[in-house]
């Protein structure tokens, strides 16, 4: 009779000792967790600037009479439409405009993020991103699992950003020419954008509410319903 082959069992990793999957997902988690910490920390950084800007504007109601604020210059992040013109102003006439010059190196800086380093702001810093994960993971604890958005509304709901970007970008490079960038960038308007926001949320009104609300409501319905589909 021919002998046997004993085959003997692989030794099971030693206590203390990671696999090469252990190593991945404990990486993984770090990352996670250094991600979080992160989104905590601009968001964090974005209530603060939100809280100096409120006092500079109650300065300015005072008409100068009350404690002096400085404007925080990191408010004008918060203005992309503003800050895309005059990143395209300063592509054509190499000037910098001199309203919301902040606004124009944060947005170029996203813009050069991004390219290099795909979704880094919406995944690593953006305050809408964080909270629309948390919504998300709200949404998963309560139905127990990710609820897909059906195919046929999924494809129509996808477009909606892109149909705004695209009316966006034929109306400031193709339907605007220099003179009249320069007009708008120059405009009272423009000016004020900053105020304006500000003004939007402290007197927000009632069908603004119900459009955030929903929207806040449906991501935690449809994990990242905001960001996929706006």
């Known amino acids: 009779m021919k002998k046997l082959i004993d085959i003997q069992p692989l030794p099971k990793p030693r206590k203390g000792l990671s696999t090469p999957i252990a190593a991945r997902k404990r990486e993984g988690r770090r990352l996670q967790r250094l991600r979080l910490a992160i989104q905590i920390a601009f968001a964090l950084l974005c209530i603060w600037i939100g809280v100096e800007f409120h006092f500079f504007v109650g300065y300015l109601e005072s008409g100068g009479t009350g404690t002096f604020v400085e404007r925080p210059p990191g408010v004008e992040g918060f203005l992309p439409i503003s800050s895309l013109m005059s990143l395209y102003y300063f592509a054509l006439t190499g000037t ?97 954008a900053d105020i304006k926001m500000y003004y939007f949320f402290a007197h927000i009104s009632r069908f603004s509410l119900i459009v955030i609300g929903s929207l806040m409501l449906l991501s935690v319905i449809i994990r990242g319903f905001w960001c996929r589909y706006l």
């Open 96 to 192: 910098i405009h001199s309203f919301h010059p902040a606004g124009m190196v944060i947005f170029a800086a996203i813009v050069l993020m991004s390219l290099v380093f795909a979704k880094s702001f919406c995944s690593w810093l953006c305050p809408v991103g964080l909270i629309s994960e948390t919504l998300g993971d709200l949404g998963e604890k309560i139905f127990g699992r990710r609820l897909p958005m059906p195919r046929w509304l999924d494809y129509p709901l996808r477009s909606l950003k892109y149909i705004i970007l695209g009316f966006f970008v034929w109306a400031i490079f193709f339907a605007m020419d220099t003179a009249a960038l320069g007009a708008f960038l120059d405009s009272p308007y423009n000016l004020m």
